[in-house]
C-alpha cells in the first residue's frame, strides 16, 4: 500500500491524457463494463461511427437530422437549434457561427468539432455506382491474439476424456479475427467478417469450415424513398429499446445524454457478438414524413437441449447460451441447437417537432424453451413463440424534449406490460435537466431489447432517475444524478422484491482544452441474500458500494501526453466485513506529428480485498479492439500499446501487457487455470486500407 502512496504523489503532479476519438466513448464504456460486469464487449458499431465521421466530417449545412442524430454527440434540442437556424438564417457562413446557437455551448462545439465541417463538395449520393465504388474504401483487417501463459484447459489428454470431461479445450490457445469491408461514406457497406476465440478448433473438429463465426453484410443507404435496404446481418434499433434494440446501448454515466436511446433503425452489422444481430434482409422505405421498416431473420442459436426418452429429435431446450464460445465438449454440444426466426415492421411518422413510430415484432423458436423453474425466473420467456407491440414518440418544442414508449409482449404463458418516459430541458446553455421514469412488469419479455434499467434485463423494475448538468463558470462544471429503483418481484440471487438507490456527481474543471481535472463519487445500494444464510431463510441485506475517483488530464505539447487516475471503492454489507479496493494508473503517450509511429504505456498498481472489489478500467489497444479489464486481488499491471503507420495505405498495431500479483500462485480456476503468478496478453492487428 505504500508504493501506491509513493506514486499517488508522482502522479498528482503529471498531466493527462488529451481528448482524442476514442476517449469520447471512454467513460461510457467502462460504465458498461461495469453494469453488465463483463470485461469483454464488442461496440465495434458504435466506434465505426467516430471514426467514419473523423475521417470524413459531416457537413453542418447538409447534415438531416437523422444523420445528426447518428453522430451520437447531441441532444434533439440541440439538433432542432441548428437546423430552425439553418430555416431562419440560411446556410452556416463559418463553424464559429455555432456560437450563436441558443442551446450549444463552447463545451458542445468542441465537443463535435473533430467530426463536422462546413464542406460545399458535391454530394456523394448523386455519383454513379461505378464512380462510388471507384471512390470508396476497401479495408482488410487481420488480427492474431495468443494466449501466452499455459493453461490447464490446454493440457494435451486423449480424446476420450475430451469427450467426457468439460474441462478441457479442442482447439488450440490464439484466438484469430479478420475482416474485409469496401465502403463509400455511409451509404454503401459489403464485408465479411471471421473469428475464432482462443480453445476454439480451427479447421477441425466442430469447426472444419475454419472460423468458429462467420458474418456477412451487403448495405446500402439511399436517399428520398429507399432510405436504406441490408442483406445478409444487420441490426435493428426501434424506440427507447424497450421492444427491439440488438445492439449495445449507453446506460447511466455522467452524461445525463445517455438516458436517451436515440434509434437508428437500421445498420449494417460488422462485430463479432455471436448473438445480439439479425440474418436475413430489411429495407426502410420513406415517403415525405413516413416511413416503413420491414424485416426477416432466421439464424441458429446455441443452447442446452434435452431429448426425449422415446424420440431421437430435440424434445425442447432448458436454457439459450449467449457467450458465442464453443471450445469444450459442453460447449460444443450446444451450437446451434435452436433455430430462430424474427420478424417485425416498423412505422414511422416525423415532422420538425414530433416523431411517433408503431412497432410490431413476431418471434419463434423451432423448440420450445423450458425452463428449470425457479422462483425467480417463473416469468422468463417460456414455449415457443412471442409477439410484441410498442409505440414510441419523440417531441421537441424550443428547449423541451419529451420522449418515451410503451411495450406489450404476449405469448402462451404471461402477457406484459412496459413503459419508459423522459424529458430532457436545456434551462440555458449552463443548465440541462433530465427527468426519466420507467415501469417494467415482471412478466415483460421480449429476447432483444435494451431499455434504460439498473438490472440487466428489461423486466421486473420501476425507477425514477434525475440528472443535471451545469456549467457554473469558465472553467467549472458539474454532472450529477439519483437513480430511485425497486424489483417487485424475486432476482437471481435476490429471494424476495428488493430496491435500490444510485447517485453520482462529478466535479469538472477545465480552464482550456488542453487542461482537465474532474473528481467522481458515485454510491450504489442494492440489496441481495444474505451471506452465509442459515439455510432454512435467507434473509435480504443491503448492500452498499461508494466508488471514489480522481482523474487529471492535460496535453504537454504536440507530441507527449500523460493520464493519472486514482480510483478507491469500498464495499459495506451486513453479513461480511467491509471491503474495499485501490487502483492507480498512469498513462503515458507518444505522438509524434511527422513520425509514423507512436506508442502509449500504462502502469497501474491496485489492491483490493476481493472480487467484488474489482475496479474495471478502459485501456487502449488496436482500432475495433474494446479492453476493460477488471483489475482485482492485489498485483500491478504494465502494457504498451505501439502503432506504425506505412505510408496512408497500412498500419500495423501490437499491443503487449500483463498482470504481476503479489498474492497469488494460482490465477484463474478450471479450465482457466494459470499455475504462476503473472497473466499476459498480446494482440497483433494489421490494417490494409486502400
Known amino acids: 500500500m505504500k508504493h501506491l502512496i509513493v506514486l499517488l504523489v508522482l502522479c498528482i503532479s503529471s498531466f493527462c491524457l488529451g481528448q482524442e476519438r476514442n476517449n469520447i466513448i471512454q467513460q461510457r464504456i467502462e460504465f458498461i463494463s461495469e453494469q453488465l460486469e463483463t470485461e469483454s464487449i464488442d461496440l465495434t458499431n458504435l466506434l465505426e461511427q467516430f471514426n467514419y465521421y473523423f475521417d470524413n466530417p459531416i457537413d453542418l449545412n ?20 441548428l437546423i430552425v437556424h439553418r430555416k431562419l438564417h440560411g446556410k452556416l457562413i463559418s463553424i464559429y457561427e455555432l456560437q450563436s446557437l441558443k442551446f450549444w455551448d463552447l463545451e458542445t462545439i468542441y465537443l463535435v468539432l473533430p467530426f463536422v465541417s462546413l464542406d460545399e463538395n458535391l454530394d456523394g449520393l448523386h455519383l454513379s455506382l461505378k464512380e462510388a465504388f471507384r471512390e470508396g474504401k476497401f479495408d482488410l483487417f487481420l488480427r492474431f491474439q495468443p494466449t501466452i501463459e499455459s493453461k490447464s484447459g490446454y493440457a494435451d489428454v486423449p480424446d476420450s476424456l475430451l469427450q467426457q470431461s468439460s474441462k478441457y479445450y479442442y482447439g488450440n490457445a490464439q484466438k484469430y479475427y479478420s475482416r474485409f469491408r469496401f465502403s463509400y461514406k455511409t451509404n454503401i457497406s459489403i464485408g465479411i467478417t471471421a473469428e475464432k476465440d482462443a480453445g476454439e478448433a480451427f479447421f477441425r473438429g466442430a469447426q472444419k469450415n475454419g472460423f468458429d463465426f462467420y458474418s456477412a453484410h451487403a448495405f446500402y443507404k439511399g436517399g428520398k424513398y429507399l432510405k436504406s435496404v441490408a442483406l445478409g446481418d444487420y441490426q435493428i434499433q426501434l424506440g427507447q429499446g424497450l421492444n427491439l434494440w440488438s445492439s449495445y446501448a449507453f446506460g447511466k454515466s455522467s452524461d445525463i445524454l445517455t438516458m436517451k436511446r436515440n434509434a437508428v433503425a437500421l445498420k449494417p452489422y460488422t462485430s463479432v457478438d455471436e448473438s445480439r444481430f439479425f440474418r436475413g434482409t430489411a429495407i426502410h422505405l420513406a415517403y415525405k414524413g413516413f416511413g416503413l421498416l420491414l424485416f426477416a431473420s432466421q439464424k441458429r442459436i446455441d443452447a442446452s437441449g434435452i431429448q426425449d426418452s422415446i424420440q431421437d429429435d430435440l424434445e425442447f431446450v432448458s436454457s439459450i447460451n449467449l457467450s458465442g464460445l464453443h471450445r469444450t465438449h459442453a460447449e460444443i454440444a450446444k451450437k446451434d441447437a435452436l433455430k430462430e426466426f424474427v420478424s417485425g415492421a416498423s412505422l414511422q411518422f416525423q415532422n420538425d417537432l414530433f416523431k411517433v413510430g408503431f412497432h410490431t415484432v413476431y418471434l419463434n423458436y423451432d423448440q420450445p424453451l423450458q425452463l428449470n423453474l425457479r422462483p425467480y425466473n417463473q416469468y422468463y420467456f417460456q414455449g415457443n413463440s412471442l409477439l410484441s407491440l410498442s409505440s414510441d414518440y419523440n417531441f421537441v418544442y424550443k428547449n423541451l424534449n419529451v420522449f418515451g414508449e410503451v411495450s406489450g409482449s ?16 436545456a434551462v440555458d446553455t449552463r443548465l440541462s435537466l433530465g427527468l426519466l421514469y420507467r415501469d417494467y412488469d415482471e412478466k415483460y419479455q421480449t429476447m432483444y431489447n435494451a431499455g434504460f434499467s439498473e438490472g440487466s434485463r428489461t423486466q421486473n423494475e420501476n425507477g425514477l432517475y434525475a440528472g443535471f448538468k451545469l456549467k457554473i463558470s469558465k472553467s467549472w462544471s458539474v454532472n450529477a444524478y439519483t437513480d430511485v429503483f425497486e424489483f417487485p418481484w424475486l432476482k437471481y440471487g435476490v429471494d424476495a422484491p428488493s430496491r435500490g438507490h444510485e447517485f453520482l456527481i462529478q466535479p469538472i474543471y477545465k480552464p482550456n482544452k488542453k487542461f482537465e481535472v474532474y473528481g467522481r463519487f458515485r454510491e450504489q445500494l442494492k440489496q441481495k441474500n444474505q451471506s452465509p444464510s442459515n439455510g432454512v431463510i435467507t434473509g435480504v441485506e443491503n448492500i452498499l458500494q461508494r466508488n471514489f475517483r480522481i482523474n487529471i488530464s492535460n496535453k504537454i505539447n504536440k507530441v507527449l501526453t500523460l493520464k493519472s487516475r486514482l480510483e478507491w471503492v469500498r464495499i459495506v454489507r451486513e453479513s461480511r466485513d467491509k471491503e474495499q479496493g485501490l487502483l492507480l494508473t498512469q498513462d503515458i503517450a507518444y505522438k509524434p506529428k511527422s513520425l509514423p509511429f507512436r506508442f502509449t504505456l500504462r502502469y497501474a498498481l491496485f489492491d483490493t480485498d476481493s472480487y467484488d472489489t474489482r475496479i474495471y478500467s478502459y485501456e487502449n489497444n488496436a482500432l475495433y479492439v474494446f479492453s476493460v479489464p477488471a483489475y482485482y486481488f492485489e498485483g500491478s499491471r504494465c502494457y504498451l500499446l505501439a502503432r506504425y503507420s506505412f505510408n496512408r495505405a497500412i498500419d500495423l498495431w501490437v499491443k503487449y501487457g500483463f498482470f504481476l500479483y503479489n498474492d497469488r500462485s494460482v490465477i484463474g480456476s478450471g479450465a482457466e487455470e494459470i499455475q504462476g503468478d503473472r497473466k499476459s496478453d498480446l494482440t497483433i492487428q494489421l490494417r490494409i486500407s486502400l
Open 62 to 81: 447538409k447534415a438531416t437530422r437523422d444523420e445528426l442524430i447518428d453522430l451520437s454527440l447531441l441532444t434533439d434540442i440541440q439538433i432542432s437549434d
Open 410 to 425: 404476449f405469448n402462451q404463458y404471461h402477457n406484459g406490460l412496459a413503459m419508459l418516459h423522459g424529458a430532457l430541458l
